[in-house]
């Protein structure tokens, strides 16, 4: 069972960055597709960042695309996300995911919250 833990969440300005990481306690990291989500209050939780198991495959929602990197350390069992220019509309819980064939796991979520 992996269990994840994000970090890096807080109260930055509009255009100013955060690098969120996500560290996952289970050895056998490399054999899960990692991913960022969030979820702002009254709004479903949405698609921010995946990545595949080596690190060579990203894809992003539009809405962040350009504007954040997610990357990961198998060596290290931690998925990190950087954002940029971030914008009052990033406000939201933010939320580390593990997936693999029969395995959803998610963490507790970190707090991102954007003033204008």
């Known amino acids: 069972q992996v269990h994840l833990v994000e970090s890096g969440g807080g109260l930055v300005q509009a255009g100013g960055s955060l690098r969120l990481s996500c560290a996952a306690s289970?050895?056998?990291?490399?054999?899960?597709?990692m991913g960022w989500y969030r979820q702002a209050p009254g709004k479903q939780r949405e698609l921010v960042a995946t990545?595949?198991?080596?690190?060579?495959?990203?894809n992003y929602a539009d809405s962040v695309k350009g504007r954040s990197t997610i990357s990961r350390d198998n060596a290290k069992n931690t998925v990190y996300l950087q954002m940029n220019s971030l914008k009052p509309e990033d406000t939201a819980v933010y939320y580390c995911?593990?997936?693999?064939?029969?395995?959803?796991?998610w963490g507790q979520g970190t707090q991102v919250f954007v003033s204008s």
């Open positions: 995911n593990a997936w693999s064939t029969g395995q959803d796991i």
């Open positions: 289970e050895i056998m990291f490399t054999i899960y597709r």
């Open positions: 990545i595949s198991k080596g690190g060579r495959s990203t």
